[in-house]
Every structure is written in C-alpha cells, then in structure tokens.
C-alpha cells in the first residue's frame, strides 16, 4: 500500500478526532466555548489592527460565524486549514479531501456573512 493510501485512516481519525472532543461540551450549534471565541477574536485582531473598533468588529464576527455554522463544523474547517499547511502527503490528504473542503468553504461564507454585517 503507498503512503497517501496508509495516510487515509489517520487523516479521518484526526478529523474525527478533532471533532468529537470539541463537540463534547457544545450541545447547540453556537454554544462556542469561551477560547474558541477568544481565540478567533485574537487571530481576527491581529489582521485587522488592534483598535477598539476591531474588537468590536472581531467580536461580532465570531458572533455572526457561530450563529451560522455549528461548532463541530467550525473545530472541522479549523483543523482542515490548520492540517492542509503540513509539507508532503499529509497535508495533501487535507487539501484534497472533499468533507475537510466542505468544512473550509462553509467557514468561508460564514465570514463573508460576517464581514459584511460587522466591518
């Protein structure tokens, strides 16, 4: 078996993974946890300045992106941009894989909607 095909199994159980332990305490769909929340605001910050008015701006964000996409879906499309950065067929299975780019692309219109609405 070559690698990408040894590669597979691990890919689905890391997204699987990844998932289910971010899942675990978020019984509705836009129950983000507080560092999630934190985090995304942080990272959103740092692209946009870090003014008073980006809080405010990066804040909502993450409230708009939260109230339309469930978390287990956001921790999925996190992990998949995170994972698709590895060098070499790691990465590859990441960038190729058709459920981790569903995942990307809903986050992507998720914070389109939530451009538009909060910058």
Known sequence: ????????????????????????????AND??????????????????ETRSA?????????????????ERYVTAETALSMSQVRGNLGVQFRTSEQANSAVNDLR????EAEVRCF
């Open 1 to 28: 078996m070559n690698l990408a095909g040894r590669l597979r199994p691990i890919v689905a159980a890391l997204t699987a993974l990844a998932a289910s332990l971010c899942a675990a305490g978020a019984e509705e």
């Open 55 to 71: 809080i405010e701006q990066c804040s909502c964000s993450i409230d708009v992106v939260a109230s339309i996409m469930p978390y």
């Open 32 to 49: 983000y946890p507080t560092a999630a929340r934190a985090e995304y605001v942080y990272g959103c910050m740092k692209a946009n300045g």
């Open 109 to 112: 219109r998720a914070q389109a």
